[in-house]
């Protein structure tokens, strides 16, 4: 039997590799593997064997009936193809579907995986929050002049009896008392990325936008690890060639506080057009005032540490050729916009 | 805060070696930032940015302190020149106003009379340093005040002395008072801001926001009171937000200037008078100061310096750049006393005066945490590759809409009618004709709590239904789970958290079989409007031989199943399938009343 199963199956080959028209082709898959098909024929015959038998027939039926498969598309595809032997490459291929993720995505994810290379944990915390956590346990409280600089914007619910009024987080270092109360025993290297809203839009800024907040805290965390994991993220995510600096600034939760600048993309730090010094600004990063570490339960004179929060937006518009002039078009359904990504 | 300062006057209090730009670019890296610097005839003209904590830099001689403290360090010469000596004054004569003042409001309080002043305009010299700092020049007596405010950073008023009437009441405002500002606004008070009533029992000042236009200085005013003070600046700030008026003067008061330089500033102010308007000192100097300025200590032990920094710096090194900013032993300077209170302020002083670019960069070695949240990003953006592998279009859209449903959290203060409310689904948000997606929060409100922030994945823009079904279809076989969907319009929308809860990341997997399966076609009559789903379930349960059935074709009434059966044991065949088939139709009969077209073999 074995042997009549290969005369079956070289005959097969023969007559498919012999074949002319899809329609013989056809035919031809009728004829062996179709419901009354040879293989069938064969197949019907099993029942005879003993059960080895069947098993190790049952087996090569199969092989050969995948052959003969395999061989008749095959052919079917080259009867398919034009004649003459000429194929033009510059020719349009068929379209596939390919859809588009956007712009942010893709920046979360890269700073997420730079980040996630040195430690840092993705977290995710409220986008509406209590005023405790946006700014009193940020060493900010009610009145102080520097909340001018948040643009809040309040939710319109009774306020908490202790945490005070509801409001759309200004910024992801809501995060940071959250995270210290959550992990209590340091060590902390979080990563809370998430919206962000803020009570002002225009070209450069939109009433919702994405911030990421880096938190750092342990013993003997000084401005040189900031400084390290600055350079770290710029080289990663600008390029290679790419420096950071940092400037005196002022925030209530950090001490020191900096104002962040890195390298321009554009010019490689000579000064542009586009940059005029040579460095354009990030955002703010500093110390963890101990206030902060104190309101998150966390013993000040113990542990130290260094926060750094910035728009997502930002950064993505520094990236080499995504001088996006207008950013309200990352929140938008312009297809114009979104098919280039 | 931004404070525009030209260069010739700064160099008045300070002498250096380093020219505009170097100014521009030393102080930028230690101190204030320069946002511009501009070339003017003869002059430059610096921006500097102040950060709130520091209204000391708010002025000429603020900037020239930190300047003379920060070029040395580039290895320039500098040198802080002092506003030179103050008049001599005389206290003989009385004071000729009945004055109430409460020291919780205003807790230092001084004034002089300066009498027959004459009113004009002021030297070309005054007039160039006020306009080149962005100040308009008007007559002056009005000069005298910005220019002693952008000399020294503290406000001054100057009073119409005749138009006071000879009393002031210093005192917290009375919910509807009215008063009409130098500007000529009229505004109701809202209460509990502080004001001055005058001896015509009408408010004369609006307290470090504007003086009142019934005591104003005029062509005609003959004696004036010069007034310099400080307030409660929480006071002052909730006033200038509430009526909304941002007055340099308020912006300066709501973050407590130094009361020691109150003093210098009047002394200054009556030499000025004399200079310019031929005034002289027309009474004593009153000065209500119950409370005086108390010097404090902060200090910071070398070790916490030498560790925040990461460098080897010394003690004699710490306190030459201290000494620099006016730090003695530890002693605070006053102009700097609400600002610095912990040991790291202390840090962050010599950090930036030593140069934070002269510090050391470094990964920090401790280790890693391992306590992770159970959150699953990553699956998130494994969906959103799959679904736009597919065709879709990810969008992001504003979680603030313009429609008032039902159970949504209203916007306080919206910035525009558009951004209303905290959408509580992302359907209404998804207007779009392209098919899209989108991974995010809507915001359900829950009494006395934050609102429940859920995820959700919705995906849109697909009105043809089997194709928005075949999507969630093919996201449910990639997650090896059943995702439910709630399909509104051209619109699917899945609970996204408990999906990714569920989800497998690997399959459970089968074992290939040896026996090449059976694969035939059965055709069922249904009654009409019957539901697939539960006919497809119920040929899949009849048997563990079967394993798979799918919807292979339809035609009016009459759908097509293709059904795979297939044994891990045996080879099966027409026969053993045979009371399968059987069964198959008899379910189909009793439970959905449907027929098969042809017969059983």
Known sequence: ?????????????????????????????????????????????????????????????????????????????????????????????????????????????????IFEHIGFTRVRYPEVDWDHYVFEALNMPEDHPARDEWETIFIDTPAHPTKGKMVLTTHTSNGQVREMERVKNPPIRMLNLGKCYRRQQDATHTIMFHQFEGLVVDKGISIPHLKGTLDYFGQQFFGPKIKSRIRPFHFQFTEPSFEVDFTCTSCQGKGCRFCKSGWVEVGGAGMVHPNVLTAGGIHSKIYSGFAFGWGVERVLRLKPGLNIDDIRLLYSTNQEFLNQF | MNISIPYSWLKEYLITSASPEKIAECLSLCGPSVEKLTKVKNDSIYEFEVTTNRVDMMSILGIAREAAAILPQFGFQAKFRTSGTLPEVHQNTSFPLQITVDPKLCPRFTAVVIKNVTVKSSPVKIKNQLEKSGIRSLNNIIDISNYLMRLYGQPVHTFDFDKIKAKMILRLSRPKETITTLDNKTFTLPGGDIVIEGGSKKLIDLCGIMGGLNSAIDDHTKNVLLFVQTYDPVRIRQTSMKLAQRTEAAVLFEKSPDPEQVMPVLLQGIQLFKLLANGQQGSKIIDLYPQPYQPKTVTAPLQLIKQQLGVEITQPEVDKILNSLGFTNGRVPSWRAKDI???????????????????????????????????????????????????????????????????????????????????????????????????????????????????????????????????????????HTIIPADYQGSAAVIDLLPVLLRTRRYPRYQPISLYPPIIEELTFTLPKHTYLGPVIQTIKTIDHLITSVHLYSMFENNFTFRITYQSHTEQLSSTTIAPIRKKIAANLKTKFKSDLVGDLR
């Not at chain 1, 099993?46 to 995948?66: E, F, H």
């Not at chain 1, 395999?70 to 596939?96: C, F, H, I, M, Y």
């Open chain 1, 1 to 113: 039997m074995p042997a009549n199963l290969l005369n079956l199956k070289n005959q097969a080959l023969a007559s498919i590799n012999q074949t002319e028209t899809p329609a013989d082709l056809e035919h031809l898959r009728v004829a062996y593997l179709g419901r009354k098909g040879e293989i069938n024929q064969i197949l019907k015959t099993l029942a005879s064997l003993d059960p080895t038998a069947k098993v190790a027939m049952g087996r090569l039926i199969n092989d050969v009936k995948s052959t003969l498969e395999t061989s008749l598309n095959q052919r079917l595809k080259e009867l398919n193809q034009p004649t003459t032997a000429w194929l033009d490459t510059t020719a349009p291929g068929t379209p596939v579907p390919h859809g588009h993720l956007h712009p942010i995505t893709q920046a979360i994810e890269e700073i997420t995986r």
């Open chain 2, 341 to 479: 209170n912990i040991p790291e302020d202390i840090v962050e002083e010599v950090a930036r005066i030593y140069g934070y670019h002269r510090l050391p960069s470094c990964l920090m070695a401790t280790s890693i945490p391992t306590n992770y949240p159970d959150t699953h990003f990553d699956l998130e953006y494994m969906i959103k590759t799959w679904l736009a592998g597919m065709g879709l279009t990810e969008i992001y859209t504003n979680s603030l809409i313009s429609q008032n449903f039902p159970n949504q959290l209203k916007i306080k203060n919206a910035l525009s009618t558009d951004w209303q409310y905290l959408r509580n689904s992302l359907i209404p948000s998804h207007t779009q004709s392209f098919p899209a997606f989108e991974i995010a929060n809507v915001y359900l409100p829950r009494p006395g709590k934050l609102p429940e922030e859920r995820l959700q994945l919705i995906i849109s823009g697909v009105p043809e239904f089997p194709k928005l079904k075949g999507i969630i279809d093919a996201l449910s076989l990639k997650l």
